[in-house]
């Protein structure tokens, strides 16, 4: 008896696996058609100015929208796309339509508007990336500063070194670095005074407890310590409630991006922000 609850035991987990693995596989292939089909869009969330939570540029978040399966989030199907590859295609037409989006921003709301594009590490260390980023600036002809790529540390930790030579080329074309989710990955202290990011972002996690009046405020307090000595500029993620919001306001946190501001939508919704003085309109 033992014996055959075992080989059932093994045919389920089997059946398991192979589901999976196919699973996996029909994504791959969806996933290869899916940019010659138009199916993958980008979506905006505004990043705001504390000190007046009027719009200072936005962040790009990639949306996949399946025929059959609706709406997939990046969590679902970027990490697939860094393992094949496919993430060179795909994140170079989306550095290529945040960039021509932005450039029509710019010209009806405002020169100094920003855009932020998240890039994977692989994409990071990819040869051709330099030249993307440079052919990127001249078809859509935004200032250089105003494109802003958002990189993880982890991700960099593949190949450190070479990591700091591609930021430093694509630093000097005039474009900004930022460093994501900071305080989440791994040698955060160690690496951060040798790579050459204009700015970082405070994770989510760190911004929960803003505004909680208890410990949980030392951790963004010291962040910004550190960002202030090191002289960069802070975005303060996942803002969800006013209090948050006011907590970093009060430690001088230059910008903000959260639910509380606004979702990331797409772009016709941004557009009816953008005519607003500031988020939340009241
Ligand atoms: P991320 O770059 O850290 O982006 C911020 C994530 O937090 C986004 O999730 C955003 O929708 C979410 N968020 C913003 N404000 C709030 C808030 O107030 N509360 C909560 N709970 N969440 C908030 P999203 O769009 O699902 O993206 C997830 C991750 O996927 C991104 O994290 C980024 O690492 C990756 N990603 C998105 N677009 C791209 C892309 O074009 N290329 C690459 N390589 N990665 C991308
Ligand atoms: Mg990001
Ligand atoms: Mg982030
Ligand atoms: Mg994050």
């Known amino acids: 008896r033992a014996k055959g609850a075992g080989r059932n035991r093994v045919e389920v987990f ?9 699973s996996r ?11 010659d089909r138009h199916q993958l869009t980008l979506f905006y969330q505004p990043i705001v100015r504390l ?26 199907f970027v990490p697939l796309a860094e393992d094949t590859g496919l993430i060179l295609q795909i994140g170079r037409w989306a550095m290529q339509e945040a960039a021509e989006q932005l450039a029509r921003w710019q010209k009806d709301y405002g020169s100094g508007l920003f855009m932020s594009v ?23 002809g935004i200032p250089p500063e105003t494109l802003k790529l958002e990189i993880t540390e982890s991700l960099l930790m593949d190949d450190p070194a070479r990591a700091v030579v591609m930021m430093q080329q694509i630093r000097d074309l005039g474009v900004s670095l930022s460093l994501d989710d900071f305080g989440t990955g791994y040698s955060s202290l160690s690496y951060l005074h040798r790579y050459p990011v204009n700015s970082l972002k405070i994770d989510r996690a760190f ?19 550190l960002a202030k000595s090191l ?12 209090e948050q ?22 772009a016709a919704e941004i557009e009816r922000l953008l005519v607003l003085p500031c988020l939340p309109a009241s």
Do not use: K
């Open 118 to 140: 998240n890039v994977s590490g692989r994409q990071m260390l990819d040869d051709q990336m330099v030249d993307s980023v440079r052919q990127v600036l001249a078809d859509s």
């Open 207 to 225: 911004v929960s407890g803003a505004g909680s009046g208890d410990r949980r405020e030392e951790i963004p307090r010291i962040i910004l310590l």
């Open 245 to 266: 919001a006011g907590f970093l306001r009060s430690l001088e946190c230059r910008y903000g991006q959260g639910f509380y501001f606004s979702r990331p939508a797409p």
């Open 25 to 35: 596989l029909r994504t791959e292939a969806d996933l290869r058609l899916a940019a």
């Open 51 to 76: 000190s007046d939570q009027s719009i200072a540029g936005f962040e790009a978040l990639i949306r996949w929208m399946h025929p059959e399966r609706g709406m997939i989030s990046p969590a679902d």
């Open 14 to 22: 089997d059946d398991a696996l192979r589901a999976r693995a196919m």
């Open 231 to 242: 002289d960069l500029d802070v975005v303060a993620e996942g803002i969800e409630n006013p």
